[in-house]
């Protein structure tokens, strides 16, 4: 374990729920359908978040129940057989129907497992229907998807093969690439949860080694464990040297020669430090401030201070899962700050005290920090883009640059109207 200080607060906390990770999910996988038994606030979130689909047959819908005058349990159970079955009629071809609870105490009495047990009976695998919270009481953003992908893990077919197993939503491309590499380095079967059709579920067993590709994954690493499969320690594959030791934790589960694993993938971290060239120069000696929200922060501060060579002030992180995040804990320098949990008003006078070079935080407390002549990210964006792998390590540097960039022009011009 690195010298990283571990500490922990709680308090008032400022981040998206776990509905929001529906937006994501919901373009993975084409076929599947999310259907959130919520309120109009949750409705709200998810189309302002996912704002892009109105455009085309939206895959996610919002079953309203907490503004209704409800009489009883009996009624709501109702009112969602009546929405799940209209759904239905107009979009036979929906194979998994994913139940998404919400906050509304309407909905917390609901037990969504046996509502999704009824509706299975009645459907009889014509559509599959799941359940999971996205509540923002029970979750944060990113944990959404691990509900989502924890509820796929009994339906997984299982197998004794050696296979390789990515967990965790990529883009698609990046996933193509990533799965090229692991073929040249001799690992022949590789599949990925979650699939890119929810039907198309890859298999599990005690040959099956996991690779984690995003680190909010505790439940399904945890159900995968349960169904045989090994979950391999490794940092996470955001940055080139991140993404290097990912790859080499898998060839080395699967005994394959480190000179072959550094001779295929030396010619891409030569190329991705090239491109990284003009962004160091840029991020290098940078304070940069992370407040909790996405659980990828530890990885991030990590490919900051280790390839663009950022000081690290504080790293926030709403949950800290010490087992899955080992790894990157160890190769954060000595002293970092690592704050589990929020009391944002705390953070934020922090914050405003060492005046750092750029936070990174969600959307509700970006304009505030930039009003306030802070340089700020959010970290939604870190979510929703391509960032994985050797060759994404320049577009993520790139990420971090671009606001120190507009502050810069900002300040310039600033200075020159006065
Ligand atoms: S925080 Fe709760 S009420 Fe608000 S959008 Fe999320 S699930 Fe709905």
């Not at 906390?13 to 776990?18: A, L, N, W």
């Not at 996933?175 to 198309?200: A, C, H």
């Not at 159900?223 to 898998?250: D, H, T, V, Y």
């Not at 990828?296 to 501060?301: F, G």
């Given at each position: ?6 500490l922990?607060?709680?308090?008032p906390?400022e981040?998206f729920c776990g509905?929001?990770?529906?937006v994501?999910?919901?373009?993975r ?12 606030t949750?409705a ?13 047959e ?7 129940l907490?503004?209704?005058d409800?009489?009883?349990?009996a009624d ?5 057989d009546?929405v799940v079955?209209?759904?239905l009629?107009?979009?036979p071809?929906i194979r998994?129907?994913?139940?998404v609870g919400?906050?509304?105490?309407e909905?917390?009495?609901l ?17 599959r229907?799941l359940n999971?919270s996205g ?6 953003f990113?944990q ?5 992908l924890?509820?796929l893990v009994?339906l997984m077919?299982?197998s004794q093969?050696d296979?390789?197993l990515?967990?965790g939503?990529l883009a698609?491309a990046v996933?193509?690439?990533?799965k090229?590499l ?6 022949s079967?590789?599949d990925?949860?979650?699939p890119?059709?929810s039907n ?5 067993g ?7 590709t995003?680190?909010?994954l505790?439940?399904?690493a945890?159900s995968?464990?349960a ?10 594959p955001?940055?080139?040297e991140?993404s290097?030791?990912w790859?080499n934790a898998a060839?080395?589960?699967?005994d394959?020669?480190s ?11 030569a190329?991705?430090r090239?491109?990284l ?5 840029q991020?290098k000696?940078k304070?940069?401030?992370l407040?909790?929200e996405?659980q990828?922060?530890?990885?991030l ?8 060579g950022?000081?690290?002030?504080e790293?926030g992180?709403p949950y800290?899962?010490r087992?899955?995040m ?8 000595e002293?970092t700050r690592?704050?589990e ?5 705390k953070?934020?006078d922090?914050v405003?005290?060492?005046r ?8 509700g407390l970006?304009n505030?920090?930039?009003?306030e002549g802070i340089a700020t ?9 391509p ?8 577009d993520?540097a ?6 120190l960039?507009r502050r810069?022009l900002?300040?310039?011009n600033l200075?020159?109207?006065?």
């Amino acid at each position: 374990m690195s010298g990283a200080t571990l500490l922990k607060e709680s308090g008032p906390r400022e981040v998206f729920c776990g509905l929001t990770s529906i937006v994501w999910l919901h373009r993975r996988m084409p076929d599947a359908f999310f259907l959130v038994v919520g309120s109009r606030t949750c409705a709200h979130l998810i189309q302002s978040a996912a704002g892009v689909m109105i455009f085309a047959e939206p895959r996610f819908g919002t079953a309203i129940l907490g503004e209704r005058d409800l009489a009883g349990l009996a009624d709501a159970h109702e009112e969602l057989d009546r929405v799940v079955n209209d759904l239905l009629a107009r979009r036979p071809e929906i194979r998994t129907l994913f139940l998404v609870g919400s906050c509304p105490s309407e909905v917390i009495k609901l037990d969504l497992a046996r509502v999704a047990e009824r509706l299975n009976g009645e459907l009889q695998g014509r559509t599959r229907v799941l359940n999971y919270s996205g509540s923002g009481i029970e979750t944060t953003f990113t944990q959404g998807e691990d509900g989502a992908l924890n509820a796929l893990v009994p339906l997984m077919p299982a197998s004794q093969e050696d296979q390789l197993l990515l967990v965790g939503t990529l883009a698609n491309a990046v996933e193509d690439r990533l799965k090229t590499l692991f073929n040249r380095i001799g690992i022949s079967k590789v599949d990925s949860l979650p699939p890119r059709q929810s039907n198309d579920l890859p298999s599990v067993g005690p040959g099956t080694r996991v690779l984690l590709t995003q680190p909010y994954l505790t439940d399904t690493a945890r159900s995968l464990k349960a169904r045989g499969a090994e979950i391999l320690q490794a940092p996470f594959p955001l940055g080139a040297e991140g993404s290097r030791r990912w790859m080499n934790a898998a060839a080395k589960s699967f005994d394959i020669n480190s000179n072959l694993v550094e001779a295929t993938l030396e010619p891409l971290m030569a190329r991705a430090r090239m491109a990284l060239k003009p962004y160091i120069e840029q991020l290098k000696g940078k304070r940069v401030f992370l407040l909790p929200e996405s659980q990828l922060e530890l990885p991030l501060a990590r490919f900051l201070h280790e390839e663009c060579g950022v000081e690290l002030l504080e790293v926030g992180t709403p949950y800290l899962n010490r087992e899955i995040m080992k790894a990157e804990l160890e190769l954060l320098p000595e002293n970092t700050r690592v704050m589990e949990g929020q009391h944002v008003e705390k953070q934020l006078d922090r914050v405003r005290e060492q005046r750092p070079d750029l936070v990174v935080c969600g959307m509700g407390l970006a304009n505030p920090l930039e009003a306030e002549g802070i340089a700020t990210k959010w970290s939604i964006e870190l979510v929703f883009s391509p960032i994985h792998g050797i060759d994404q390590a320049a577009d993520l540097a790139e990420l971090f640059s671009r606001p120190l960039h507009r502050r810069e022009l900002l300040n310039k011009n600033l200075l020159t109207s006065v």
